[in-house]
């Protein structure tokens, strides 16, 4: 087992690791200063970093997880939404996370598609890239929509063009061995019937998606999987990112609600931050991750605000083939909320985890659900 930092230890181990890198970015040669920021002393909110579980479970080969790295940067006086991305780059990256990035799940033809959307709180910009193929960091490819254009979302074939003359590279194939056999499994359980009338289709999506949960081959919370993560830095700057390949097996050039500010990510930097992993189509819907920040400025708490977003799903959950023997929603869905505070929350349909990082270290922690057990199969 690792040693467990005492908080102080985590909050100067952080804040090292963080200015290091700050400099070494920096192409400084001289070694980074050994005393904790300034930042440390002068916060007027206590930072904190919140995210769907896999941002502290996948360390891509290193030492820290998303949540955490994005921490320490923001203890060392990173940019917030540097910070986040750079902590959710090690999910993208990490081959072992079949939701995002390099690995994830593939589309319905075994094509790698990625959506994300990131929020600059201070600055009030955002961007967002869907659809992009051959980029392992689709949240890098988001934040220079952000930087380098006037827009906000660029997709399909455009992003991809657009990311290579910004000199991102390009590969054929973002699939691995692991999401390719997983693939073939689909392929093999359904039969190659993709395009049937919406309730068998629905129906046979499901039923074998669920199956291949059950049988162990992929993860409750990795059939619908993204990572979203948000952050309140020391100055009170909220950001947000959220990054994913999409629901599994979708049909080409279907586009969730990752990249679609108001749904899969809102920020304002007055009130906090909201982001989503899950069922894409309920949340594009009813456009949560906006609700729960309105709600939040209309002053509900982190976890009011979340619960309410979820009674607006529910109540607008009618068509029988997304509903349970008991008439509840059939899919999972869940909100990670931050307010301006540092207060935070995350809510989900049925029981799942979240990740968060204060200055007690990462920590996994149960989402408040709104019903127990898993969704039931079709
Ligand atoms: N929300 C994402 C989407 O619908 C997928 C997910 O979180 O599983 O694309």
Not at 169 to 194: F, M, N, Q, V, Y
Not at 226 to 245: A, F, H, Q, W
Not at 334 to 346: H, M, S
Request: contains cysteine.
């Amino acid at each position: 087992m690792p040693k467990r930092l005492s908080r102080r230890e985590f909050v100067l181990s952080s804040a090292a690791v963080a200015t290091a890198a700050a400099a070494r970015a920096a192409g400084a040669d001289r070694p980074a200063p050994s005393q904790a920021p300034a930042v440390m002393i002068r916060k007027t909110v206590n930072p904190v970093v919140i995210s769907s579980n896999n941002g502290n479970i996948y360390k891509n080969g290193g030492d820290v997880t998303g949540v955490a790295k994005a921490f320490g940067l923001i203890a060392g006086g990173s940019d917030v939404l540097d910070a986040l991305i750079a902590g959710v780059n090690l999910c993208e990256l990490d081959p072992l996370d079949v939701s995002v990035g390099f690995g994830g799940l593939p589309n319905a033809d075994g094509v790698v598609q990625l959506d994300s959307s990131c929020m600059h709180g201070p600055k009030k910009r955002a961007g967002g890239v869907a659809c992009l193929e051959g980029v392992r960091t689709a949240s890098r490819v988001a934040r220079a929509v952000m930087d380098e254009t006037d827009h906000h979302l660029i997709v399909g074939q455009g992003a991809q063009d657009f990311a290579r003359r910004l000199g991102f590279p390009i590969e054929a194939d973002l699939t691995t061995e692991r999401s390719r056999r997983l693939w073939l499994e689909w392929k093999r359980r359904t039969d190659g019937e993709h395009y049937l009338d919406p309730v068998r289709r629905s129906e046979a999506f499901y039923r074998t998606g669920l199956e291949m949960v059950r049988d162990g081959l992929i993860e409750f919370d990795h059939f619908w999987g993204t990572i979203n993560c948000n952050g309140i830095g020391p100055k009170g700057e909220i950001c947000g990112v959220t990054t994913t390949s999409g629901l599994a097996w979708k049909i080409p050039g279907r586009v969730g609600d990752s990249p679609i500010l108001g749904a899969g990510l809102y920020v304002d930097n007055d009130v906090g931050a909201a982001g989503s992993t899950g069922r894409g189509e309920a949340n594009l819907y009813n456009l949560c991750s906006f609700l729960i920040v309105e709600n939040m400025r209309r002053g509900m708490g982190p976890k009011d605000a979340g619960m309410e977003a979820l009674r607006r799903i529910r109540a607008n959950t009618v068509e029988q083939r997304l509903l349970d023997s008991k008439g509840e929603p059939r899919f999972q869905i869940q909100f990670y909320v931050l307010n301006a505070k540092g207060e935070y929350a995350a809510v989900s349909m049925y029981p799942s985890k979240f990740a968060v990082c204060t200055e007690q270290g990462p920590q996994s922690l149960d989402c408040d659900a709104m019903f127990p057990g898993r969704p039931e199969p079709a």
